[in-house]
């Protein structure tokens, strides 16, 4: 389980998607690794994990998920990818603000390029 976490801006830059539903993929930051369980939430788990959770109850599989390493400014470089993803951005989700309009590999390679 994960102890420590950033300060903010620090932290980790993640992308989530589900692999039967193409054109809707999440990229975030969290001060906390997004992936690995930590003492800061309930049993250790965060939002992603309650989201995979509920879509094997309902046979879906798994997440695809995928975090960056530690980044000083985390927050700024997902800041950065928002507005150049703005055009993208899906709009028929509620009101996030971190779901887009491409596959996962993409936001991976995009996150890379500022990581």
Same mark, same amino acid.
């Given at each position: 389980?994960i102890?420590?976490?950033?300060?903010?801006?620090?932290g980790?830059?993640?992308v989530?998607?589900?692999p039967?539903?193409?054109g809707?993929?999440?990229?975030?930051?969290?001060?906390?690794?997004?992936?690995?369980?930590? !003492?800061?939430?309930q049993?250790?788990?965060?939002?992603?994990?309650?989201?995979? &959770?509920?879509?094997?109850? !309902?046979? !879906?599989?798994?997440?695809?998920?995928?975090?960056?390493? !530690?980044?000083?400014?985390?927050?700024?470089?997902?800041?950065?990818?928002?507005?150049?993803?703005?055009?993208?951005?899906?709009?028929?989700?509620?009101?996030?603000?971190?779901? &887009?309009?491409?596959?996962?590999?993409?936001?991976?390679?995009l996150?890379k390029?500022?990581?």
């Amino acid at each position: 389980m994960i102890t420590i976490g950033g300060q903010p801006p620090g932290g980790w830059v993640y992308v989530a998607s589900h692999p039967l539903t193409s054109g809707f993929t999440k990229i975030g930051y969290s001060k906390w690794h997004p992936i690995e369980p930590c !003492f800061q939430y309930q049993n250790g788990f965060k939002r992603l994990h309650h989201l995979e &959770f509920s879509l094997r109850a !309902f046979g !879906f599989g798994p997440l695809e998920k995928w975090a960056s390493d !530690f980044h000083e400014d985390a927050s700024g470089i997902e800041k950065i990818i928002r507005k150049r993803l703005a055009l993208v951005r899906r709009t028929d989700v509620g009101t996030s603000r971190e779901i &887009f309009d491409i596959s996962h590999d993409e936001a991976v390679d995009l996150v890379k390029e500022y990581i």
